[in-house]
């Protein structure tokens, strides 16, 4: 078994020998968000048009892959009984995102985008290792991580594109929220919170 994935293992199961780790708390449709809300879009733009994501269903992995950033699944994922849907860890040169088996693909999804958030906003790439710790929803770090996941896998452009079009063959804000979750592989929470974002709903 990969070391770090050990490391993650034996922190999971209250062993004493390893420090630090990042837990990334599972997304679960907060409101709000950091003070630099534009400039996240606009960072999760520019990682969109620097790896090619195009269209409604981007693959995460790709960026994951070109960062040599590893993603693993464990199942049965917890912190001190909780159960966790993800965590970055970053340990020497080695980095890796750990998922929680039992979720969904779409969920998964979104959980590699916030890690990837963590990465990119968050991870001082000059320290050896790096702890973020799992806190409450008011936590600017997981907010700013949540924002930037929802914009990268729900680019502004084609959601209001795709919105004005169920509009327009008059679903409701309920038949809106399912078929763009359908159309963009997220959940209908992740799907709603960003419609609200955008104002949309």
Known sequence: MNETLCKFICINEGCDSVRKVIFIEN????????????????????V????????TAIDPTIIAK???IKIVEK?????????VSGAIIKDESDIMIILNAEDSKNRKRFTIAHELAH???????????????????????????????????MGEELVKEKFK???SIG???DG????????????NSAMYTRLKRLELL
């Open 165 to 167: 079009k169920a509009k």
């Open 27 to 46: 997304f679960r449709g907060k409101k709000g968000g950091g003070a630099m809300v534009k400039s996240i879009a606009e960072e999760a733009k520019k």
């Open 75 to 83: 199942s049965n994922l917890k912190l001190k009984g909780e159960l």
């Open 119 to 153: 990465y990119f906003l968050h991870l001082d790439k000059n320290v050896k290792f790096v702890d973020y710790k799992r806190s409450d929803s008011s936590d600017p770090k997981e907010l700013d991580a949540d924002e930037f996941a929802g914009c990268l896998l």
């Open 171 to 173: 679903l409701d804000n």
């Open 48 to 55: 969109r048009e620097k790896y090619g994501l195009i269209g």
């Open 66 to 68: 070109e960062n040599d």
């Open 176 to 187: 809106i929220v399912n078929v763009l979750s359908g159309i963009f592989v997220v959940s």
